[in-house]
């Protein structure tokens, strides 16, 4: 059974940082493209960063220049380093797997983990 379990979220002051981490299973975690997405109270739910099987990385511009994706092959984890947070980070943050038709064809998938709270406040 395929499973990605976040941790990390917290409350923390404006200014602060967190690091969340994303655990996947090992059966799906270097063929998938990993992405970090967040969802605050009465808005959709929206991308934060990407980063793909081959490590590019992607962000939204609302985390360009204070948040940085990684990924532990090793540990078959994925991170989100937060810098700088603000008021308006917050949100409940999901860790998503994905492997797209054009590479797993048949076998495509996408998965979410179950969201970890985030809150940004003083």
């Known amino acids: 059974q395929v499973q990605l379990v976040e941790s990390g979220g917290d409350l923390v002051q404006p200014g602060g940082s967190l690091r969340l981490s994303c655990a996947a299973s090992a059966s799906i975690f270097s063929r998938s493209d990993m992405g970090w997405y967040r969802q605050a109270p009465g808005k959709q739910r929206e991308l934060v960063a990407k980063?793909?099987?081959?490590?590019?990385?992607n962000y939204a511009d609302s985390a360009k220049g204070r948040f940085t994706i990684s990924r532990d092959k090793a540990k078959n984890t994925v991170y989100l380093q937060m810098n700088s947070l603000k008021s308006e980070d917050t949100a409940v943050y999901y860790c998503?797997?994905?492997?797209?038709?054009?590479?797993?064809?048949?076998?495509?998938?996408?998965?979410w983990g179950q969201g970890t709270q985030v809150t940004v406040s003083s």
């Open positions: 998503k797997a994905e492997c797209p038709f054009g590479r797993c064809g048949r076998e495509r998938y996408t998965y």
């Open positions: 980063i793909s099987s081959d490590s590019t990385t």
